[in-house]
């Protein structure tokens, strides 16, 4: 007598109706992100979705990284992602931000660079964090800054990129203690010589506020320890 679950045909087989739907999203999710391990961006996926969790895909496709031949590690949508992932609270662990780097095939030596840098302990202060990831995108404080307001703005893609000022100014200070070099007074006039700007804009700011200041930026020595978080995905 055959045992009650042999197959004997394929319209047996039971397919859940969700099925081809969720494997349509996947495939999609897989060519905005472009993933550098596939496998192991799958499992990531996959454990966010059952778990309800923030998904690891890019809102779009990053032209700039998709066809570059060498990786380069962490790229805006990537940091835009783990901002989603662990803004929620104001401090992840250090456990929980390695799995979600790990899940998004990052190198793991830039991850301890700027933990390093951070100095941070078992518990991470995300938005520290993720003002050394923009460090790390960007060549100058300037730049990191703009990087920053692309990633955290709520305007349409091309938009003026605003976010709040006080956002910026926490941002701006803990990068500009981060060169070292940076007089406190220095940072106390720059930001105050940006706050009536900020309110006409409903306390908001946008890099056009600030790209082309000439006293916003120093630029980094070899050994400041921004220049070490700014090229640490580069090495």
Not at 128 to 153: N, P, Q, R
Not at 173 to 178: E, F, I, K, P, V
Request: aromatic share 8%; proline share 6%.
């Amino acid at each position: 007598m055959p045992l009650p679950d042999t197959m004997y045909c394929a319209q047996q087989i039971n397919i859940p109706p969700q099925l081809p739907d969720i494997l349509k999203n996947f495939t999609k999710a897989a060519i905005r992100t472009q993933p550098k391990d596939l496998l192991l961006w799958s499992a990531a996926y996959f454990s966010a979705l059952s778990k309800g969790e923030c998904l690891p895909v890019k809102d779009r496709l990053e032209m700039n990284v998709a066809t570059q031949k060498t990786d380069t590690g962490l790229s805006p949508g990537l940091l835009k992602i783990l901002h989603k992932q662990l803004s929620p609270s104001q401090t992840c662990s250090k456990e929980e931000l390695q799995k979600k780097w790990k899940g998004l095939c990052l190198p793991m030596d830039q991850l301890e660079t700027l933990l390093s840098l951070g100095s941070f302990g078992s518990d991470v202060n995300w938005m520290d964090f993720f003002a050394l990831g923009c460090s790390a995108l960007g060549g100058t404080l300037v730049s990191s800054l703009k990087f920053a307001c692309e990633i955290l703005t709520e305007d349409d893609e091309g938009g003026a990129a605003r976010i709040p000022f006080s956002t910026f100014g926490q941002l701006y200070t803990y990068l500009a203690h981060l060169d070292g070099d940076m007089p406190q007074d220095h940072i106390d006039n720059f930001l105050r010589s940006l706050q009536a700007q900020a309110e006409l804009q409903h306390g908001m700011i946008k890099p056009l506020d600030f790209i082309h200041r000439d006293d916003m930026d120093s630029k980094p020595s070899d050994s400041s320890n921004f220049s070490r978080a700014t090229f640490s995905g580069a090495e």
